[in-house]
């Protein structure tokens, strides 16, 4: 069977062979495990983890010591968010926003359970925040902000530097969700105050089940782990470490943020081409999430009278999203949607097209095809639509 075009990068994307040529010899040759500190297999296994550990960190200028290995970005993100509420005896307050990844509503959900306070707040039409509403919803006992660097699902890209030197200001921890972030915008961590950021090897073309959490070095007691075991990663994520998964990290890593600039370049020109080729052709389509503020390889766009299901119901030869891969699970209507519009045909009809470094030219081409065709015939057996051409609705 040949494969539908890949249009789906937000949600995972392919090992870059390099990154699985550095992996392959610690499943085999080197297995040991990097605890093991009696023999030649464990001193391997903790080198290779110890040369990734410096790989990651120079890539994101940041110390060794803040780099701590995980199972991906939902780990790191119940990491930050559990982990300081299980570390005080008093009621803190967590702010974060409506249209955060769910492992960051859920966690801020079940702190909640436990008696802590948690505000989530509005974005705007294109699903950016307003930091003066984050300094708006400041209290005494608000110890946390939690804010993702771009959203998943529409692209938009947050003002990271302004909440983040906001929260350094007031004293507050500022943890970003930066995992459709890493490798697609330049980071800058040395100039911005981050306290914990998260990403996942799976979203820059490495190995699904890794992930970090960045800590900033001065704040590392703040968190309780929320595994008891072998106290592994300084105490903070026990469990044998992920050696394979560790290595092609910082591996797909180098080469994500080596690639960073050209790549920017090359898939914003491919994804502003894409947008207002649709937007000019199909009419009555829209496009989801900010017009520029937004990630380079991220479309996301509502066709009035076509919803999003039934059009990728006529387009089996494109693997694209109705929403983020985990929300289509649910079957759901897009809470991000939700979020920055109450009109149902905007929410019900977005599709997300997400670009990939494997992406070229004449797919999109070949998808704006499909996708205009799917739409016309999608409105051509649509009641409503017939309704609208003959002036019976607005
Ligand atoms: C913004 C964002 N945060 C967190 C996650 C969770 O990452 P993982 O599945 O690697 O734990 C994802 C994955 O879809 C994501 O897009």
């Not at 539908?4 to 040529?21: G, K, N, R």
Request: with cysteine.
């Amino acid at each position: 069977m040949k494969h539908p075009i890949y249009l789906d990068y937000q949600a995972t994307t392919p090992v870059d062979p390099e990154v699985l040529s550095a992996m392959l010899p610690y499943f085999s040759d080197h297995f040991g495990n990097a605890s093991s500190s009696s023999h030649v297999y464990g001193w391997e296994a903790l080198e290779a983890v110890k040369q990734a550990r410096n790989s990651i960190s120079k890539n994101l200028e940041v110390s060794p010591h803040s780099i701590i290995f995980t199972s991906g970005a939902t780990e790191s993100n119940n990491m930050v968010i559990k982990g300081l509420a299980f570390n005080t005896q008093e009621k803190i307050h967590v702010i974060t926003q409506a249209t955060e990844h769910k492992c960051v509503l859920n966690a801020c959900e079940f702190i909640k359970k436990m008696g802590h306070e948690v505000t989530v707040l509005p974005v705007n039409e294109f699903g950016l925040i307003d930091p003066n509403q984050i300094k708006k919803s400041f209290k005494k006992n608000t110890r946390l902000v939690s804010m993702m660097w771009a959203n998943n699902e529409i692209g938009t890209i947050q003002p990271i530097s302004a909440i983040a030197s906001l929260c350094f200001a007031h004293k507050i921890f500022f943890h970003t969700d930066a995992v459709q972030a890493v490798g697609q915008i330049p980071l800058n961590l040395q100039n911005i105050p981050i306290d914990f950021l998260s990403f996942s090897a799976h979203k820059i073309y490495g190995p699904k089940g890794v992930g970090v959490l960045y800590i900033n070095p001065k704040i590392e007691k703040t968190l309780a782990p929320l595994l008891d075991g072998g106290g592994h990663e300084r105490g903070l994520r026990s469990g044998t470490l992920n050696v394979p998964g560790i290595v092609g990290l910082a591996k797909a890593l180098e080469i994500s943020i080596r690639k960073q600039p050209e790549e920017e370049k090359r898939l914003t020109s491919l994804r502003d081409e894409f947008k207002n080729r649709v937007l000019s052709t199909i009419e009555m389509s829209q496009l989801n999430g900010h017009p520029f503020q937004r990630l380079p390889n991220n479309l996301n766009f509502s066709f009035r009278f076509v919803k999003s299901g039934e059009l990728l119901a006529k387009l089996p030869t494109l693997a694209l999203a109705t929403g983020s891969a985990c929300a289509s699970e649910s079957g759901e209507p897009s809470y991000v949607l939700g979020a920055i519009t109450q009109n149902p045909d905007q929410i019900e009809g977005a599709i997300r097209i997400g670009l990939g470094r494997p992406t070229q030219k004449e797919e999109l081409e070949i998808t704006f095809e499909l996708l205009k065709e799917a739409v016309t015939q999608i409105r051509q057996a649509s009641p409503h639509y017939e309704m609208f051409k003959k002036g019976l609705i607005p």
